[in-house]
């Protein structure tokens, strides 16, 4: 008997994830409206286009993440990397995100960003440079890379964990992230994410 996934469960859907928070959760920095688009119309699209793209391929059935490491580098497979990739994206992004977060990170996680920068003002720093810094469209993120903290940026549906870095928190630079409620000021967006919004205790947790 057969053990593909695909033919177990020939109906196997990317489903897009709950929210974690209600739409208006966030609306001190990121506005209802951006949500319902952001999450509702983009993060829905990515989903719903990945399920068109895999019926009768190779991907029918297979994680998010597989999807992801098997389609990396191979032209003939970007749309289906980049929804998938983008699925996975935004589904970290919405848990990197909480209502009322912010603040200083716990406090086993600042001795970790002691570490690694030198100070929490110097990581939040380099984390707001790398996202202001992306050209066009892409990520900001907080990584493990080895057993040492870092921040990267990735392009467009980019993820970090294809060059090896453990994924803690991202912040989307997509226009559509931010456009609606701050226009052209990316920066403006990214400072308030980091001081109200940034989830440091799911940092903490996917250290692990
Ligand atoms: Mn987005």
């Known amino acids: 008997m057969s053990t593909n996934r695909s033919e177990v469960y020939p109906d196997a859907r990317h489903v897009l994830p709950a929210l974690p928070y209600d739409r208006g959760a966030l609306q001190s920095v990121i506005s209802g409206k951006t949500v319902d ?26 994680s998010l993440e597989r999807i992801v490491t098997l389609t990396a580098g191979r032209p003939q497979s970007v749309e289906i990397y980049s929804c998938a990739a983008q699925a ?13 977060g912010g603040g200083l990170p716990p406090f086993e996680l600042r001795q970790r960003i002691d570490a690694a920068f030198g100070s929490f003002d110097a990581c939040k720093r380099a984390f707001t440079a790398a996202a202001v810094s992306q050209f066009g469209s892409g990520w900001a993120w907080l990584v493990l890379d080895g057993d040492r903290l870092a921040v990267t940026k990735t392009s467009n549906a980019d993820v970090p964990w294809t060059a090896g870095m453990k994924p803690l928190l991202t912040i989307d630079v997509w226009e559509h992230a931010y456009y609606v409620d701050y226009e052209n000021r990316r920066s403006e967006y990214v400072d308030a994410v980091l001081d109200k919004l940034i989830n440091w205790e799911f940092a903490l947790q996917n250290i692990g």
């Not at 999450?39 to 991907?59: F, M, P, S």
């Not at 996975?88 to 009322?100: E, V």
Request: hydrophobic share 30%.
């Open 37 to 62: 688009l952001h999450y509702g119309k983009h993060h829905r699209g990515y989903v719903d286009k990945l399920n068109q793209l895999v019926i009768g391929t190779e991907y029918s059935g297979e």
């Open 88 to 100: 996975w994206n935004h589904a970290f992004y919405w848990k990197s995100l909480r209502p009322n």
